[in-house]
């Protein structure tokens, strides 16, 4: 060992004579103690780093530390989460005791605004922000799923459980009927397109959760009108994680294996009581039917799904070059047999300041492989419509499965099919390569002091292909020989941004000016392929090529001022020009105007220690909506025609063109939102909360509607048809319960009322029923919502049933509105809505000492859902198909019904919940054996439980793929799953 040091010593001694330098002693070697200002109690894990270089240590559990400096110059940075840090100067300590102050106030906190960043002292909008520590934990897949229940006016609802596929996002209820409702989401200062991806469930499961730093969500016009004609259903800026300067290079490695099950199934009857019920009702054909086996159909099409999430990150700076590098891994199989998400994501960050610290770089590029195989969901109704009775499998029927079969063998063409040979049978794979970046170059301009210049150049490109496949020995692909339907598409969607931002200082007052001009344009490619059969016979022929492209030109200007820190005033306007709207209709202006009022820094509150800090804020503004769904809704053109309206030429059916229906003086959504908001804060950040009140009207509204009988036109057309209106109230409230060394404990809400109420609609009389909206399963062409004035938008449309004495509902009774004694469409009325007036969302955040422990737990109050599933199954009528059985659901024991009765408000349901999202408990183990490396362990469990009176499998269903308007019709809803992870954290 003597000898290795000596070997050292004389290596140094002769680099550093070779660089012209004497040394006369050793490098200093400071020690010390780091603690809390105020309880004086010890710091562990404070992160101890020698100023410019990568060389650092952390604080023991005592707070205590040991670090070679290299030089008597050399600076110790003093840094901890939650606390201010600390620069010392080393020169001739050795011993140098630390305390460092926490940082429990939150107006210095920097929040991300369109086109730059501003103190949330400084706010005129209404802002809500997220940052990774109070993220949601466990296996999170999508991005949406790391906020849900944790900002006030933002509600994020599962699409469902299969892997990938996120939620849908509102912020204060959206505000359109069959435009989007979509927030405009903006990564790292590139707006995304909100168009489908073919080859994935969600377009945004290609950005990695675990790569995000914060989330800044903008509700209200006065902060979302910088984004002009994406702004009225509100903004969701994503900033993602990068290196910092004077960071020592950090490596963290982490791993979370999930374990996926499912906690409720459809309620249909089991194999005995089918039986009875069958029995009962002497249909001696049919009861010849009934087998001998007991199937639990949902049981065999379900499993128990494991995942896999591996991530590895290398952050820190070297030199003047910040950095952070990412690689991920995930692999999640969903609860649906066969269902499979793989995804490897990679990202850099390189974020430099050039020049003496002039020329601000922002570089940032994300890269994603997204295999996903689709599990068959028709599996999920048949499942709960195949009988009981009847065996899974059989040697002797189509592709091993039992099926019911014609006398010939064949299978039968209405029944329903064996859930486990359609899983079995398609085979449905897509694959994404997509990747986003930007380059970002911020220079502060030589000849103005305060005037600087950003160039934002970014790109978001994707390539998807996949196909499906089904077996032709298979009941599914029987009568077409199998097929298999391949697909692409490539989008590109190109940025450039470019802004001046001024900012002066005055004695008493601030001014900030901004002008900048963005070009976004957006490309898609979808080519067509015939379907083919297995021996490679043509089912269907190509479609026409399509190569949509549509452009967003815009011109933007904010102006901020300030004055003694007390009044604050925001002007903010933006010109857009979209290529989706005739040139007539093209362009759209978007002003607004805020202000605010920090009532705490007038004098006769400035001194007071227990409020500190009030603002009241005003705000107006306009906003609009360009995201209609068709590219050039203006136009005249033509379509293929669906197989329905197919024109036949002797025994053979051919598609036509068909005229679409066009509107050339389509134009702009205009939604003007007032907002009325106060912030507060007592006892320096002990709590702090928000309280907003909104109002937003939506002129020009675009939503689809019938074209008259008789016209040569496709049944429907987009158009501008009216107004809406929404108001609402939002809370929000943190609070810091204790707060020392070893202990602190943080909890905080959130409440939000709101609601929209349809105003007109020009295209329907004024004392029309309205525009029948929501298909439902059970017949051909039923809908179960409407949209009326007066009403919210998707109001159930239904007629109200008549119970009998024992609270039972008497089949085809219903109320006679009119009295006029013919039940028919007059009798129907308005029962409900999807969306919920209340929702509510509540977390808490524990530590103690290196244990820590939180939950959140959210609801919905005030909104029903439609259960088709009971519907369109729950009566006898279902056992009476000649050749095969349906079964039932459990509830026709209750109603006994001979018929469905499609249109009862008997299955109008309480949707309202409260569902405990996540309990999350860890334990951080420090640095292992006296080394660099430190570990933290995890375990949570998603989707804990729900209350509810909804009898269904979720109350929250949100809109299916093909339906714009609206959610709450629960038909075949793919189960959300109770998960369990484990998670590992190695840092070093």
């Known amino acids: ?132 520590d109070d993220f949601n934990v466990g296996q999170v897949t999508n991005p949406e799923q790391l906020i849900a229940g944790k900002v006030a006016g933002v509600q994020v609802t599962p699409n469902g459980g299969a892997p990938g596929s996120g939620g849908r996002i509102r912020i204060r209820g959206g505000a359109s009927l069959n435009a989007s409702n979509d927030p405009l989401i903006v990564i790292d200062g590139v707006p995304l397109d909100n168009s489908k991806t073919s080859g994935t469930a ?41 290196g910092k300067e004077g960071q020592a290079m950090k490596v963290n490695v982490s791993s979370l294996m999930s374990v996926s099950s499912v906690t409720k199934k459809v309620d249909m009857l089991n194999a005995d009581q089918f039986k009875e019920i069958v029995d009962a009702q002497a249909i001696p054909a049919q009861a010849a039917l009934i087998g001998t086996d007991a199937t639990d159909w949902q049981s065999e099409i379900y499993q128990t799904a494991l995942s896999y999430d591996n991530n590895v990150s290398i952050s820190g700076a070297h030199k003047a070059l910040p950095y952070r590098l990412s690689v991920g891994y995930l692999n999640q199989d969903g609860v649906l047999k066969t269902d499979n998400l793989q995804r490897t994501s990679g990202s850099l960050s390189l974020n430099p300041n050039l020049f003496q610290d002039k020329l601000h770089v922002n570089f940032n590029v994300k890269g994603v492989i997204t295999k996903s195989r689709f599990a068959n969901q028709d599996a999920i109704g048949a499942a709960a419509a195949f009988d009981p009775t009847q065996p899974v499998y059989d040697t002797e029927g189509i592709g091993g499965y039992w099926e019911w079969l014609n006398t010939d063998g064949t299978p039968q063409t209405l029944a329903p099919r064996n859930p486990m040979g359609l899983i079995m049978a398609k085979d449905d794979r897509g694959e994404v390569k997509r990747s986003i970046g930007n380059l970002q170059l911020d220079y502060e301009l030589p000849f103005l002091e305060g005037l600087k210049a950003n160039l934002n150049l970014g790109y978001d490109v994707s390539s998807s292909n996949g196909r499906t496949i089904i077996d032709a020995n298979s009941a599914s692909g029987y009568y077409e020989g199998g097929s298999v339907a391949p697909y692409e598409q490539s989008k590109r969607n190109l940025l450039a941004d470019f802004y001046l931002n001024y900012v002066k200082e005055y004695k008493d007052s601030r001014l900030s000016l901004l002008v900048g001009y963005s070009a976004q344009d957006f490309l898609t490619r979808n080519p067509t392929f015939a379907r083919l059969n297995i021996e490679g016979d043509t089912l269907a022929a190509a479609g026409v090529v399509s190569r949509p492209q549509y452009r967003l030109i815009s011109y933007f200007g904010r102006a901020n001022y300030t004055l003694k820190d007390k009044y604050l005033f ?41 409020l500190t800090d009030l603002k009241l804020r005003l705000g107006y503004g306009v906003t609009g909506q360009q995201d209609i769904g068709s590219y050039f809704p203006y136009l005249p053109r033509y379509i293929t025609s ?12 051919y598609n036509t063109l068909r005229p679409e229906g066009y509107d050339e003086n389509i134009k702009w959504e205009e939604t003007t939102t007032y907002n009325v908001g106060i912030d507060y804060e007592f006892l320096d950040g002990k709590l702090y909360g928000t309280f907003d009140y909104y109002y937003k009207k939506t002129d020009d509204l675009l939503a689809v509607i ?42 905080g809400g959130n409440y939000t009322n709101s609601r929209n109420t349809i105003t007109s609609l020009s295209n329907v009389e004024e004392d029309g029923v309205g525009i029948l909206v929501g298909g439902i399963s059970g017949g051909t062409g039923n809908t179960i919502q409407v949209h009326t004035v007066g009403y919210q938008p998707n109001s159930f449309y239904v007629y109200e049933q008549v119970y009998g004495e024992n609270g039972v509902p008497i089949e085809g009774v219903y109320v006679d509105q009119n009295e006029d004694g013919i039940i028919n469409e ?26 820590n422990f939180g939950f959140v737990l959210r609801g919905n109050a005030g909104n029903k859902a439609y259960n088709n599933v009971s519907s369109s199954k729950a009566a006898y009528q279902g056992l009476k198909f000649p050749g095969y059985l349906n079964n039932l659901p459990s509830d026709i024991l209750t109603t006994n019904f001979q018929n469905y009765q499609l249109r009862s408000d008997y299955y109008i349901q309480d949707a309202s919940f409260v569902r405990m999202e996540n309990i999350s408990v860890g334990y951080d183990f420090g640095n292992l054996f006296d080394s660099k490396i430190r570990l933290s362990a995890s375990a949570t469990v998603q989707n804990v439980f729900v209350i509810t009176n909804y009898e269904g499998v979720s109350p929250e269903i949100a809109p299916g793929t093909d339906d714009a308007t609206g959610g709450g019709i629960d038909n ?11 998670g590992l954290n190695f840092g070093f």
């Not at 910088?226 to 509100?234: D, E, H, K, L, P």
């Not at 290529?579 to 202006?589: I, K, L, Q, T, Y």
């Not at 075949?972 to 484990?982: A, K, V």
């Open 570 to 610: 925001t002007a903010t306007i933006r010109a857009d020009g979209s290529s989706r709207f005739a040139p007539d209709n093209r362009w759209g202006v978007f002003p607004s105007l805020a202000a605010a009022w920090r009532i705490s820094e007038e004098d006769f509150l400035k001194a007071n220690d227990f």
């Open 202 to 242: 969600n377009p945004l499961n290609f950005l990695n959760p675990n790569d995000i730093e914060t989330f800044d969500i903008l509700k209200d016009a006065s902060a979302t009108a910088i984004y002009g004609s994406r702004a009225s259903n509100g903004v969701v800026l994503i900033t993602t994680r990068k």
């Open 972 to 982: 075949n809803f793919y189960p959300l799953p109770r998960i369990f992870s484990f």
């Open 706 to 747: 019938p074209v008259p009988a008789g016209t040569n036109l496709t049944n429907q057309l987009f158009t501008n048809v009216g107004s809406i209106e929404n108001q609402g109230l939002e809370i929000g409230l943190t609070f810091n319960v204790i707060k020392t060394t070893d202990f602190n404990w943080d909890i």
């Open 826 to 851: 007059q009798d129907r009325v308005r029962n409900g809505f999807p969306d919920a007036r209340h929702y509510f969302g509540f977390n808490s955040s524990m530590r103690y000492k290196n244990w």
């Open 1 to 132: 060992m003597r000898k290795i040091y000596t070997v050292f010593k004389v290596t140094v001694m002769c680099l550093a004579l070779l660089a012209g330098h004497r040394i006369y002693a050793q490098a200093p070697s400071v020690s010390g103690t780091v603690t809390d200002t105020d309880s004086g109690d010890p710091l562990p894990f404070v992160n101890v780093l020698i100023k410019g270089t990568t060389k650092g240590t952390t604080t023991d559990f005592d707070g205590k530390y040991t670090i070679n400096a290299n030089s008597s110059e050399d600076i110790l940075v003093f840094s901890f989460i939650g606390y201010n840090p600390k620069s010392v100067v080393v020169g001739n300590q050795s011993i140098i005791n630390v305390s460092l102050e926490s940082d429990t106030k939150q107006l210095d906190e920097v929040v991300v605004v369109g086109y730059g960043t501003q103190r949330k002292a400084d706010l005129t909008g209404s802002v809500g922000s997220v940052d990774r």
């Open 642 to 653: 669906d197989n329905a309206t197919r024109y036949s030429l002797g025994v053979t059916y």
